[in-house]
C-alpha cells in the first residue's frame, strides 16, 4: 500500500519568516494530495490541495509543490503568523482507492 | 449544512463496558471513514464505508466494529472497553471521486479507565 512520510515533525520559525514541510509519497498511481491545518482540540481541516496534473498551486500565503517524478510534495507558508501555528497533515490518495493515507504531521510553532 | 456531526463530544467509560459513537453527513457522501488519533501518531483509519449496507477494515480494526444502515450515517462501536482505546476519534466523510478532500467531523474523546 502507499506510505507517506512527512519531515520535520517540528518545525518553529519567526513570525514573517516561510516555513516549508515535506512529503514523500510511495505510491506512482496517487494523484490528489490534500494538505491539512488541525488546531488544538479542533478537527483537521482542508488547507490547500493539489493534483497530479498540476505542479504547483498558490492559495494567498500557502503553496503547494509536486514533483510526481521524485514522488514529494510540499508545503510552503510565506509571511507566517502565530495563528498559523498549529499540527499539519499532508496526505495521499491514489486513483479509483476508497483511502487517504496521512503523514505524522508536523506541529509549526510561530513565535511572536 | 451542519457538514459532518459526531455523538457524544466526550465519554467516559470503565474497562469492558461498550458503548456506540454515531457519526452524521448531510453532504450526500458515499464514503465515510473513521479515525483515532493519538498524541503524536497522528491519524489512523479504523474501518470505513463506500456506501450503504457496506464496510471494511481499515488499518487498526481490531476492538471496533462498525454499520452504515443509511447513506448519511456511519455507527462505530466499542463492544468491550479497553483503556487502549482511550482517544479522540474523528469521522470523515467524501464523494466518490479520487481527487476529492474529505471531511472531518469535530472528534469525540474518549477516556477508558
Known amino acids: 500500500g502507499e506510505n507517506v512520510e512527512q519531515h520535520p515533525s517540528t518545525l518553529s520559525v519567526q513570525e514573517g519568516d516561510s516555513a516549508v514541510i515535506k512529503c514523500t509519497y510511495s505510491d506512482s498511481a496517487s494523484n490528489y494530495f490534500p494538505w491539512y491545518k488541525q488546531e488544538l482540540g479542533k478537527r483537521p481541516q482542508l488547507i490547500i490541495d493539489?493534483?497530479?496534473?498540476?505542479g504547483e498551486k498558490k492559495d494567498q500565503r500557502i503553496a503547494v509543490t509536486l514533483n510526481k517524478t521524485a514522488k514529494h510534495f510540499s508545503l510552503h507558508i510565506t509571511e507566517t503568523q502565530p495563528e498559523d501555528s498549529a499540527v499539519y497533515f499532508c496526505?495521499?490518495?491514489?486513483?479509483?482507492?476508497?483511502?487517504?493515507?496521512f503523514g505524522s504531521g508536523t506541529k509549526l510553532n510561530v513565535k511572536p | 449544512n451542519a457538514g459532518v456531526t459526531q455523538t457524544p463530544k466526550f465519554r467516559v467509560l470503565k474497562t469492558g463496558q461498550s458503548m456506540t459513537l454515531l457519526c452524521a453527513q448531510d453532504?450526500?457522501?458515499?464514503?465515510m471513514y473513521w479515525y483515532r488519533q493519538d498524541p503524536g501518531m497522528g491519524l489512523r483509519l479504523i474501518h470505513y464505508?463506500?456506501?450503504?449496507?457496506?464496510?471494511a477494515k481499515g488499518e487498526v480494526p481490531d476492538g471496533y466494529n462498525v454499520s452504515r444502515l443509511k447513506k448519511q450515517n456511519f455507527l462505530l462501536g466499542l463492544e468491550s472497553a479497553a483503556p487502549s482505546q482511550t482517544s479522540v476519534y474523528f469521522c470523515?466523510?467524501?464523494?466518490?471521486?479520487?481527487?476529492?478532500?474529505?471531511?472531518f467531523g469535530p472528534g469525540t474523546r474518549l477516556l477508558v479507565l
Open positions: 470523515a466523510s467524501s464523494y466518490p471521486s479520487a481527487q476529492e478532500t474529505q471531511y
Open positions: 496526505a495521499a490518495r491514489r486513483y479509483n482507492f476508497n483511502k487517504f493515507y
Open positions: 464505508s463506500v456506501g450503504e449496507g457496506t464496510t
Open positions: 453532504m450526500n457522501h458515499e464514503y
Open positions: 493539489i493534483r497530479s496534473n498540476v
